[in-house]
């Protein structure tokens, strides 16, 4: 399963930026996250314990996060619950009046017979989309008004 999302942002990169790498802070400025927890990583690398909902459905999650400001670029790498093996990048792009922002996420259940049709219809649109579509409008909302 491969999904990408893109919004506009009427904001500078450089303010969108922190908003969407400081997960620690997600629970208190996007409404549908639960928790995001620090976990001890014995490679010192970011891991997060991380919590959501889909509606009223609590959706939980592991993952390892890569700053990479330079190439205004955040990836993440889920180590644990249903999506434990996707890839998810942030791209932030400059373009006139703002910044084009796009997640996308790359997910290949290893279920047998099912884990395709699962990810593609199900885990996909119904969850990683639309928690991913949720926090993408929350983050301009908040760029576009001046936080950071």
Same mark, same amino acid.
């Given at each position: 399963?491969?999904?990408?999302?893109?919004?506009?942002?009427?904001?500078?990169?450089?303010?969108?930026?922190?908003?969407?790498?400081?997960?620690?802070?997600?629970?208190?400025?996007?409404?549908?996250?639960?928790?995001?927890?620090?976990?001890?990583?014995?490679?010192?690398?970011?891991?997060?314990?991380?919590?959501?909902?889909?509606?009223?459905?609590?959706?939980?999650?592991?993952?390892?996060?890569?700053?990479?400001?330079?190439?205004?670029?955040?990836?993440?790498?889920?180590?644990?619950?249903?999506?434990?093996?996707?890839?998810?990048?942030?791209?932030? !792009?400059? *373009?006139? /009046?703002? +910044?084009?922002?796009? #997640?996308?996420?790359?997910? =290949?259940? %290893?279920?047998?017979?099912?884990?395709?049709?699962?990810?593609?219809?199900?885990?996909?649109?119904?969850?990683? !989309?639309? *928690?991913? /579509?949720? +926090?993408?409008?929350? #983050?301009?909302?908040?760029? =576009?008004? %001046?936080?950071?």
């Amino acid at each position: 399963m491969r999904s990408e999302l893109h919004v506009v942002m009427r904001a500078p990169w450089e303010r969108i930026f922190p908003l969407a790498a400081e997960v620690e802070r997600w629970p208190r400025i996007l409404p549908h996250y639960r928790y995001v927890r620090p976990v001890t990583d014995p490679g010192g690398e970011r891991r997060f314990a991380m919590g959501a909902r889909r509606g009223v459905i609590p959706v939980t999650w592991e993952a390892i996060q890569r700053l990479m400001p330079e190439d205004r670029t955040i990836e993440f790498v889920h180590t644990g619950g249903v999506t434990k093996g996707m890839w998810v990048a942030w791209r932030l !792009e400059p *373009i006139e /009046g703002g +910044t084009d922002v796009s #997640i996308e996420h790359r997910l =290949e259940l %290893g279920w047998p017979i099912i884990g395709g049709f699962a990810a593609r219809h199900v885990i996909g649109p119904q969850f990683i !989309e639309a *928690i991913a /579509g949720r +926090t993408l409008r929350r #983050i301009r909302d908040l760029a =576009e008004a %001046g936080s950071s």
